[in-house]
């Protein structure tokens, strides 16, 4: 890893995306921070305008810096979408310089956004890892699980009306019975269950007995 002068408000560090640029004092916003440098490929020239890497940086549509060289500590700031830098392009002197724009503390890791093309070059295909893109995704994955629970449960609820109600069919359609045993619409109408007749005793003053003769039936 390069050595980084103690002078400098600026260290190279571990990221989330591999190595980043971080700040070790208080940058101000408006500051300028790095410049970004290379050398500089003609795209007149057949040869230095087939050179690919991630590391160039588009001056005009003939001068470009490849500052893939490890001198080159900017290389090392990452993207954001929502950066806390940007960078400072001046054609004519064909220098870069990345400036901050809001109050950066100590520890902050150093960004800016790379433009348009390189984001659909490069960042869209494996999906950009910056903090404010992690937030929404997270923010997605946080709304999918809870619309996934609202789901189970609304089938959860529909489960247990669905069973109430054919519990409650099933009860209505049985047949109902009496303790004695007894359909619930019928009715004795003067005989025994063994089917011999029996006399009622409202309305008779007597019955005969074995010896003959009748006696009174107690009230």
């Known amino acids: 890893m ?15 995306t591999g190595l980043g640029l971080f700040a070790t004092k208080p940058i101000k916003k408006g500051d300028k921070i790095i410049r970004y440098f290379g050398p500089l490929l003609d795209s007149k020239k057949k040869d230095e305008d087939a050179i690919e890497n991630k590391y160039l940086f588009e001056l005009t549509n003939r001068w470009t810096i490849d500052g893939s060289i490890r001198e080159n500590l900017a290389r090392y700031i ?12 001046r054609p004519r002197k ?17 960004s800016y956004d790379y433009g348009t093309d390189y984001f ?5 295909p494996i999906g950009c890892k ?25 089938a959860e609820r529909k489960a247990e009306k669905l069973a ?11 047949p109902k019975v ?12 003067g005989k025994h269950l063994n089917g011999h007749s029996y006399l009622k005793a ?4 007597g019955v005969a007995s074995k010896r003959g003769g009748a006696r009174a039936l107690s009230a």
Do not use: M, Q, W
Not at 120 to 124: E, T
């Open 2 to 16: 390069p050595t980084i002068s103690s002078n400098k408000p600026y260290r190279v560090g571990r990221s989330r």
């Open 78 to 89: 990452n993207h954001a979408c929502r950066p806390n830098a940007e960078s400072d392009v």
């Open 94 to 110: 064909r220098k870069v310089f990345i400036r901050a724009i809001k109050n950066i503390e100590p520890g902050d890791e150093i």
């Open 120 to 124: 659909k070059a490069y960042l869209k």
């Open 130 to 154: 910056c903090d404010a893109c992690e937030k929404k995704r997270k923010k997605k994955r946080a709304e999918a699980r809870a619309e996934r629970l609202r789901l189970k449960e609304k």
């Open 164 to 174: 109430a109600e054919r519990a409650k069919a099933k009860e209505k359609a049985a």
């Open 178 to 189: 009496k303790p004695n045993g007894a359909k619930a619409n019928g009715k004795l109408n």
């Open 202 to 205: 409202a309305g008779k003053k």
